[in-house]
């Protein structure tokens, strides 16, 4: 029987070396898995980066990456979990020509109703600045598109997860090293 196709969050806590994000892609290539977001910041703990990795695969193999991705020296920790599992959201940013902000009341109504916030106005453009799940994000690129949109960039996923994770007691003797 075939395992279900689903959205996956893997969060995978590091040292922060060249060449990890190299060895870590190659894991999902030689998989053939297509990675959707890819965002790395710094953990909770000073020292630690952390991966958000969201891929659609079957809960095996998400299984399986978890623990390829484990080998890796540099790597603290990693998770899985679904979509159900993690509160997340994606960023992004919008160029748009000034005169529509000005010339077309319906720019207007569509900032107030999407919750987007203006970052900058001159002459030339204004930017849009929008944070919430993708399809909030895709729904407003679609209402924005029909005026033309000059530059438009999205984060990739940022999340947490609901349950409290135990990384944070590994993540604190990691720090007192």
């Known amino acids: ?10 969060s995978v806590y590091t040292e922060n070396n060249i ?10 290539q030689r998989r053939h898995i297509n ?15 952390r991966f958000v990795i969201v891929v659609n695969i079957c809960e095996d193999n998400a299984s399986k990456i978890v623990k390829q991705i484990e080998k890796q020296v540099e790597t603290i920790r990693a998770y899985y979990h679904t979509e159900e599992e ?12 000034s005169d529509l902000l000005f010339n077309e009341p319906q720019i207007q109504n569509i900032i107030k109703e999407s919750n987007t916030t203006i970052v900058t106005v001159n ?3 204004f ?15 679609r209402d ?15 999340a947490i997860t609901k349950d409290q994770m135990k990384i944070t007691e590994l993540l604190s003797a990691f720090d007192n090293q």
């Open 1 to 10: 029987m075939k395992e279900d196709i689903k959205s996956f969050t893997i």
């Open 19 to 28: 060449g990890l994000l190299n060895r870590i892609s190659a894991i999902f």
């Open 35 to 49: 990675i959707e977001s890819l965002t790395t910041s710094q953990s909770e703990i000073d020292g630690v980066n």
């Open 86 to 97: 993690t509160i997340f959201t994606e960023s992004c940013m919008f160029k748009i020509k």
């Open 123 to 125: 002459k030339e453009f």
């Open 127 to 141: 930017v849009l600045e929008k944070s919430g799940r993708r399809n909030e994000i895709e729904s407003l690129r």
């Open 144 to 158: 924005l598109n029909v005026f033309g949109i000059m530059q438009f960039v999205r984060s990739g996923r940022i």
